[in-house]
């Protein structure tokens, strides 16, 4: 089971659920039916590049699945992902020289866009690539492998200018389903029921050249990778440090002159650093918050002022009456909605993480 650090820190860059906003555009919904009920702002989506968190992601997809009525709409979104969506890695990855140093960069750099899974070539045999999946529930999975598959194969096509359908074998860790022929778009040959998702690529394809390669740029490419790797080592920006930060907190939240005394720094200076990241502290503090009253009272079986204590709420009813005003409904009204709803943790995962 996911324990609530991890399910609500940052772990997805916001472009790849514009992806999916702008897959659900061209099916003819309306940007306010693509978020209705997903908590998420259309305007701070599109225009704030702080990651979102894994709760944030599953409701939307699993709200986009519902929409669309289309099981295999991962493999949809990731067809029009373009290169730019993976960023600095993205660049980097088709201007290196050949398809074996591609796939390279963006497994190194894969954390700087997402940190649910990463494709990296299987050493033992050279021809596959291999999907480690790190943070990817069952109710999600077809959606999200759907999605690096298709992701991965318009990079690399990308990079090399030769189409892949015909000469790839891919490895589908799922039984046959009725919309099977979805995936046989995807590759010339199809098996499903493998323990792992692998691409085994046609013989010496690892090998072709990137039609883009430019040594100069891609050293300038990956000097501005590893810039954002270190920065991502030191706990990413100030503001998501901050967030980190809240989730560990436990009854009592720092005040701003307290949370800056921990940055090293001048409150005043806290300050300008999270308007210049277009964010204010207390409304970090009131987005943990919120993030994490609605973990305590979906999988959770503790009471309403136990929840509210835990958030430093003394009084229950002070709780109740900001937890409506973000949410448009009482702590209670919320649990028994998520009770009846799917819960994310119905199906063990099989990994203690």
């Known amino acids: 089971m996911f324990n609530q650090q ?46 979102l968190s894994f709760d944030q992601m599953h409701r939307l997809v699993l709200h986009a ?23 600095a890695a993205g660049y980097a990855s088709i201007v290196t020289g050949n398809v074996r140093s591609a796939v390279g960069i963006i497994n190194r750099y894969s954390s700087l866009r997402q940190n649910i899974a990463a494709f990296r070539v299987d050493p033992q045999q050279p021809t596959l690539l291999v999907l480690d999946e790190r943070l990817i529930l069952p109710e999600l999975r077809e959606y999200l492998l759907g999605h690096f598959t298709t992701g991965i194969l318009r990079l690399l096509e990308t990079a090399t200018g ?26 010339g040959t199809v098996l499903f029921g493998s323990d792992q998702l692998r691409l085994e690529l046609p013989e010496g394809y690892l ?51 307290q949370m800056a005394a921990q940055e ?4 005043r200076t806290l300050i300008r650093h999270l308007r210049d990241e277009g964010v204010r502290y207390q409304t970090l503090l009131d987005d943990v918050r919120c993030d994490l009253a609605c973990w305590f009272l979906s999988q959770t079986s503790l009471s309403i002022e136990s929840v509210a204590e835990r958030l430093g ?41």
């Open 162 to 187: 030769l189409p892949l359908h015909q000469q790839l074998t891919l490895h589908w860790p799922m039984p046959e389903t009725a919309w099977s022929a979805a995936y046989r778009q995807v590759a």
């Open 6 to 51: 991890l399910w609500l820190s940052p772990s997805i860059h916001p472009v790849y659920a514009r992806l999916i906003c702008a897959e659900l555009r061209r099916r003819g919904f309306s940007d306010s039916r693509i978020l209705e009920g997903t908590r998420l702002n259309w305007d701070t989506l599109h225009h704030d590049n702080r990651f």
């Open 313 to 353: 709420y003394l009084d229950p009813t002070n709780f109740s009456r900001t937890f409506r005003r973000w949410l448009g409904v009482t702590p209670r009204g919320f649990r028994q909605q998520a009770r009846r709803a799917p819960s994310a943790f119905d199906a063990d995962t099989g990994t203690d993480l």
């Open 264 to 267: 090293h720094m001048a409150p």
């Open 65 to 87: 699945l519902t929409l669309s009525q289309c099981p295999w709409l991962g493999i949809e979104v990731g067809r029009h992902t373009d290169v730019s969506a993976h960023g």
């Open 207 to 257: 090998d072709s050249p990137c039609l883009a390669a430019d040594p100069e740029a891609e050293r300038l490419a990956l000097r501005d990778c590893e810039n954002q790797l270190q920065r991502l080592v030191r706990g990413g920006s100030l503001s998501e440090r901050i967030k980190q930060r809240l989730l560990s907190c436990e009854s009592q939240y720092p005040t701003l002159e």
